[in-house]
């Protein structure tokens, strides 16, 4: 069964941080994500997903976002998400805001391997995947699980607050091409790359 086509979604800082919500869980000093004309962009990057694409989260980035202490019935998204809790960080409650608030949901509470995770997916024919998991960048990487990288650079420098892009270490470089190259709000720039085979 083949796996999802994968596609990493990096928005970074002017100076090479990370800025997603995922990078928030091992930020030292988030306080900056506040500033005024930062906030309320941070969430931007999801706009880059295609119809038909599910995207992939963590439960800890849930969890951060309040699902667990949400009550009233949300409005239903159009969104697709794969939602890797192998922490079991949801509670019952948070895993049913979940189920009501998008349109379809897989969740993972059993760790795999990125590998097997793909594997799955592509199971579920789940043909097309949108990579938002920080801690697992160097992962998807190192295996060769990425088909596809975009960049979104905002107009933001963070200095020693931000996340590494690669926290885990990355062992062997990998070289890209350039396919795309836009700009949105006048302000950010959007680098979109194919990943080139291994040699």
Not at 20 to 44: C, E, K, M
Request: hydrophobic share 40%; charged share 15%; proline share 6%.
């Amino acid at each position: 069964m083949p796996r999802p086509t994968t596609t990493l979604i990096l928005p970074i800082s002017a100076d090479g941080k990370l800025v997603s919500r995922d990078a928030i869980l091992t930020d030292h000093n988030p306080a900056w994500r506040t500033l005024p004309g930062v906030i309320g962009y941070l969430q931007q990057f999801f706009d880059f997903s295609e119809s038909g694409d599910y995207a992939l989260t963590t439960g800890e980035v849930m969890a951060l976002s309040g699902v667990n202490q949400k009550t009233l019935t949300p409005e239903q998204s159009n969104l697709s998400l794969v939602v890797l809790d192998f922490n079991h960080v949801l509670t019952r409650s948070g895993i049913a805001y979940l189920r009501r608030s998008v349109a379809n949901l897989v969740l993972l509470r059993t760790r795999l391997s990125p590998t097997r995770i793909l594997s799955y997916l592509g199971r579920l024919q789940i043909t097309r995947l949108t990579l938002h998991s920080t801690p697992m960048n160097a992962l998807w990487l190192e295996h060769h699980l990425v088909d596809h990288l975009t960049l979104i650079i905002y107009p933001l420098v963070v200095g020693e607050s931000g996340t590494p892009v690669t926290s885990l270490g990355l062992q062997s470089p990998r070289t890209l091409t350039l396919v795309e190259t836009t700009t949105f709000d006048t302000n950010y720039v959007c680098l979109r790359y194919d990943l080139n085979p291994t040699q």
